[in-house]
């Protein structure tokens, strides 16, 4: 049996903004990430927009299709960070393509007959310069658990700037107290809640 001590977290980061150009929502997702590799758990960013995910709610689009070499790596991990700006008010088109991609979860069992994520956490990173940010985590929520994972308890960190204004997240000299709080929770709530779920999965 694997040790509790070997939590795996995956964050796909949805920026619509292609590597290396630099991005507000893969540096507070980093900041989670190293907060997770503090209380022991292993785990890699992805950055999606550089994958040619194709659109679909399948598992495998077909030729070219990277969903399944990320799926992979999703389905290797016990925690999900899901990182996203704000656009229009609403989450990335990227993000929405990653939870139209999880849609065919629903049909993917275990050897319980339980959808593959029933025993996986899901949690959220939000960037965006006004508020929104209440908004995007409540739709990525409600479709992260439509889809089976199971959400902690503070499983959300987000950082939003005033209203008509230009600065970024990645513009900040420094994390903000109350982000780098919002973080701790998220990151310890997450970490217990997978652990508690490895040990005691849910009945078929």
Partial sequence: ????????????????TPSP?????????????????????????????DHEVKPGVAVDMG????????????????????????WLGHPSSVAQR?????????SQTDENG??????????????GNEDGA???SADLFQGLDD????????????????AMQGKDFKDLDEVPDA??????QLVGNAAHLARVLRDNPYPA
């Fill in 63 to 86: 030729h070219g299709d990277a969903w399944p070499s990320i799926r992979a790596q999703l389905l290797e991990a016990d925690i999900l960070l899901l990182a996203t700006p704000i």
């Fill in 147 to 162: 889809v089976g994972f199971t959400i902690p308890a503070g499983g959300v960190t987000y950082w939003v700037g005033e």
């Fill in 114 to 127: 339980l959808p593959c994520l029933y025993n996986k956490v899901a949690t959220v990173a939000v960037v």
């Fill in 98 to 106: 990653v939870l139209e991609r999880l849609d065919a979860e629903l």
């Fill in 1 to 16: 049996m694997t040790s509790a001590k070997e939590l795996r977290a995956l964050a796909l980061v949805c920026t619509l």
């Fill in 134 to 136: 209440h908004k995007v």
């Fill in 179 to 184: 982000v780098v709080s919002s973080m701790r």
């Fill in 21 to 49: 150009g630099d991005s507000s929502s893969e540096l507070l997702a980093q900041h989670v990430m190293d907060q997770f590799a503090a209380h022991g758990v292993k785990g890699d960013i992805v950055r999606v927009v």
